[in-house]
């Protein structure tokens, strides 16, 4: 049961609905559907893939309500929560539709004795590999850049998402996109070894955890693929001083619990000055014992919603649990309820720096605070971090953030707003947070075929 493709309410643990797993001839069948569309699809003209890539855009934001009821069911978002993703999703899809013809555009080279250009052409088939967490803002900002590229698409979704990624299918069907050129499949994990094996597959784009991008990207490097990883983060979110701490620990507790804490660029370790830090910490307290249980489906305020699994719930739980027993200090939440993914809001404080515990991400809704005295230890500990994905700073000296920002180590760093969502920039990280990059025009990058063409005078 736990490895099915299944919409399993984290309410209450209740299996919903299940799915079967692709048979190996089907795998074989959609390698070739994909293959057949490729070659109509690579010689589409921009124009055509924008007419649809838009016209899905415009769907998108037409049923994101419809979506965020899908996503409360099969993985505890809010249904406000989701239809926002299911609408940024659509301005996301919008952005490649106009920008990819410019962007992709043949760029003329001088060159003594000839001409020459060097133009985007698609590579073929592409996997992407999508996590639960965002089930269908993570499909967009893959399919978006790829679809206009003309390359095809095979998805492989979360077993827990399995509505959302047929319901994306359906979106991309309806806008007008040929048979073929994306196609979900519920693979298993067996499958998704031979699909990246198989020649006429080109690339591999995942976002998951470390461990799954460890993994794929030896399968990739085996086949000789490339690949796009966009793993774990355990972002800095650093406080040198505040006039209004009340506010500081209320937007810094809003991020912490966005999808219940279940954010690769979330602010996992909150690193706050030692003249301010007792103070928000015992805001933070006061937020988190001010948020009661609610349901999903139904929002109300001050409320959490559950985790995206029981066994998702219970990783916390005994992250949190080895956490204390090193040290740490729960102050406040970290209950796990009998028989569904209810986790309360924790508030964990002096966490070890250095330890097992403190270099693991808390992928859930548990607020760690660090204390620090200087600037200059509060970059050290912000780079203290396998991880190098996002992170922000915040001061009332604008300039003296900017110089704290410069000298942190992250693929994406803000200053005075925990995150900025945008298509326009680039999303990625460095270290062990993955390399490539999506969103922005650099998505469009990435799997395309820069190939010159010279020809002699």
Not at 138 to 148: E, I, K, S, W
Request: negative net charge; glycine residues 8%.
């Amino acid at each position: 049961m736990a490895n099915q493709y299944r919409v399993q309410n984290p309410v209450n643990n209740e299996v919903v609905e299940t799915f079967d797993y692709a048979t190996d001839q089907e795998i074989k069948d959609i390698l070739d559907r994909s293959e057949a569309a490729f070659k109509t699809w690579r010689h589409t003209s921009y124009e055509e893939r924008a007419a649809i890539v838009s016209k899905a855009a415009q769907l998108l934001k037409e049923r994101s309500e419809e979506l965020g009821k899908i996503m409360a069911q099969e993985m505890g978002k809010s249904v406000p929560e989701g239809a926002w993703e299911a609408d940024f999703s659509g301005d996301i899809m919008q952005f490649y539709a106009d920008h990819a013809a410019e962007h992709s555009a043949d760029q003329k080279v001088d060159v003594p004795g000839g001409k020459a250009v060097v133009r985007r052409l698609p590579l073929g088939t592409l996997l992407g590999i999508m996590p639960w967490n965002f089930p269908v803002y993570q499909v967009a900002r893959f399919a978006g850049p790829n679809l206009m590229n003309g390359n095809c698409i095979i998805l492989k979704h979360a077993e827990i998402t399995p509505k959302s990624a047929a319901a994306f299918e359906e979106i991309l069907k309806e806008a007008g996109l040929p048979d073929g050129v994306f196609i979900n499949v519920y693979a298993t994990h067996d499958q998704i070894a031979d699909i990246i094996a198989d020649p006429r597959v080109q690339g591999v784009s995942l976002t998951g955890s470390e461990r799954a991008g460890a993994k794929i990207a030896e399968t990739a490097g085996r086949n000789l693929k490339k690949v796009v990883l966009e793993l774990g983060g355990t972002d800095p979110y650093v406080i040198l001083d505040s006039a209004d701490i009340k506010t500081a620990a209320q937007d810094a507790w809003a991020k912490r619990v966005q999808n219940a804490g279940q954010v690769c660029t979330s602010n996992k370790r909150i690193i706050v000055m030692d003249d301010i830090y007792d103070e928000f910490v015992d805001e933070m307290v006061k937020i988190a014992e001010s948020f009661k249980k609610g349901d999903p489906s139904n929002p109300g305020e001050n409320e959490y919603y559950p985790m995206s699994s029981r066994q998702a719930a219970e990783l916390i739980d005994d992250q949190v649990k080895r956490a204390v027993a090193k040290g740490a200090n729960l102050r406040t939440g970290g209950v796990l309820e009998d028989n569904s993914a209810y986790y309360s809001p924790a508030v964990l404080t002096d966490l070890p720096v250095g330890s097992d515990e403190y270099y693991e991400e808390f992928f859930g809704p548990v607020a760690e605070i660090y204390k620090v005295s200087s600037e200059e230890e509060a970059v050290e500990l912000a780079n203290n971090s396998y991880q190098g994905l996002g992170g922000a700073v915040f001061s009332e000296d604008t300039e003296r953030a900017i110089k704290v920002a410069d000298q942190i180590d992250t693929g994406m760093i803000h200053v005075n707003l925990g995150q900025y969502f945008s298509a326009v920039l680039p999303f990625g990280g460095v270290k062990r947070s993955g390399f490539g990059r999506e969103l922005s025009v650099f998505a469009l990058d990435e799997f395309v075929n820069k190939q010159y063409l010279y020809v002699n005078d």
